[in-house]
């Protein structure tokens, strides 16, 4: 098992390749009450616990984005007053970025903050969602619109989960570990060169690998900058033209696959602007592809597309910013493009 330590408003650590059902007994010690949260999609695999002392009650609730709504926060709400959750016992979040999110969430909120751990079942909330603090709910206006930064008190990785997965989410969540090659460990690139999604599916050893390596990227961005105030903003390379075409597609698209076609675009706009070779940017393009993943976006018109990216909340003020590399593991910043230099960007990814 490898831990990573986080250091963020606490401390805590990642164990990566641990068995989830004996992490929970001993997290639970010393605790009077545990929550387990978790989706209905997903009820058969979660286990019974063993009592132990602990009195375990589990909270199964809608899939996806239509767990992080404020109706299913207060029947939540309503279950853990039931219950009589206090101060001293602990809320379990088992599932993808939504329920991690979603149990973070509920965490943060009951009684000013309670302790939680993040039990991430997808690639995407391995390497991302449970890591870093940020939790929360949509709202009728908004993706994460309410939210808190609370950092779990552990994040259990057990790759046991990932056998069920669809290889749609499998592929998605690589985007990110994709991203990190790009902007912080150019191993990762090395490794998925010339492997087909099957081969990294299909070994135990490389998906553990490329998980570690993109769970130490993150929890080493936000260790240095927990509340995004500029360093944690390198996470967001290949989301700002992705986070639009997320919002224009209306959610249709994976998270991951916004991002894959967001990273193609910042590839061509760094390559147009002479910031990277093409090498480099063509390097995008044929990682992407071979995992299967989408690198083109055609239903877009360009006016919805820009105006959704200067509403991102990366475009600060009047400027429109975009995390770019120099190099493979280096990051800079590109500040108010011309708008023609983003249109030809986007005429590239939009055939
Ligand atoms: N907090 C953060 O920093 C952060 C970062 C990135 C994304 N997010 C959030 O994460 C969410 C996306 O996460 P996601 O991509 O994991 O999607 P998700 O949570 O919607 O899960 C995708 C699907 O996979 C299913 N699933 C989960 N684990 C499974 C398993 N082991 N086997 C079979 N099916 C399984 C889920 O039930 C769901 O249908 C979004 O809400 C996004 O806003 C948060």
């Known amino acids: 098992m490898k831990v990573i330590t986080v250091h963020s408003e606490r401390t805590y650590s990642i164990d990566i390749g641990r068995e989830f059902t004996s992490a929970i007994h001993g997290l639970s010690e010393n605790r009077e009450r545990v929550a387990i949260i978790f989706s209905e999609n997903m009820k058969e695999f979660i286990p019974v616990f063993d009592s132990q002392g602990a009195e375990y009650f589990y909270f199964a609730i809608p899939d996806g984005e239509e767990a992080k709504s404020i109706r299913t926060l207060e029947r939540v709400w309503n279950w853990l007053g039931a219950a009589g959750f206090t101060r001293s016992d602990l809320i379990v979040g088992i599932g993808g970025g939504a329920i991690t999110d979603f149990a973070g969430y509920v965490a943060a909120s009951w009684l000013r903050g309670v302790d939680w751990v993040a039990v991430p079942t997808t690639v995407a909330g391995m390497v991302d969602a449970a890591i870093g603090g940020k939790t929360g709910i949509n709202s009728d206006y908004g993706k994460n619109l309410i939210g808190a930064f609370h950092s779990p008190c552990r994040v259990v990785i057990d790759l046991a989960w990932l056998p069920s997965l669809s290889e749609r989410d499998f592929a998605a969540g690589l985007a990110e570990v994709v991203k990190c090659g790009f902007i912080k460990d150019p191993e990762i690139l090395k490794i998925i060169q010339g492997r087909t999604i099957a081969d990294i599916r299909g070994s135990y050893e490389i998906t553990h690998e490329l998980i570690e390596r993109a769970i130490q990227v993150k929890a080493d961005v936000v ?94 003020g009047n400027t429109l910013r975009f995390v770019a590399i120099s190099e493979i593991g280096r990051t800079q910043r590109i500040e108010n493009p011309t708008e023609a230099s983003l249109k030809s960007a986007y005429e590239r990814v939009s055939q």
């Open 223 to 316: 260790s240095g900058d927990f509340k995004e105030s500029f360093e944690r903003e390198i996470l967001n390379y290949g989301h700002t033209f992705g986070h639009a075409v997320e919002l224009h597609s209306r959610y249709s698209l994976r998270h991951g696959e916004c991002v894959s076609i967001g990273l193609v675009f910042i590839a061509h706009l760094s390559h147009d602007l002479g910031l990277i070779s093409s090498e480099i940017r063509d390097l995008h393009l044929s990682i992407l592809t071979g995992l299967q993943l989408p690198t083109s976006y055609s239903q877009g018109s360009w006016p919805d597309l820009y105006a959704a990216m200067k509403l991102d909340k990366k475009s600060r």
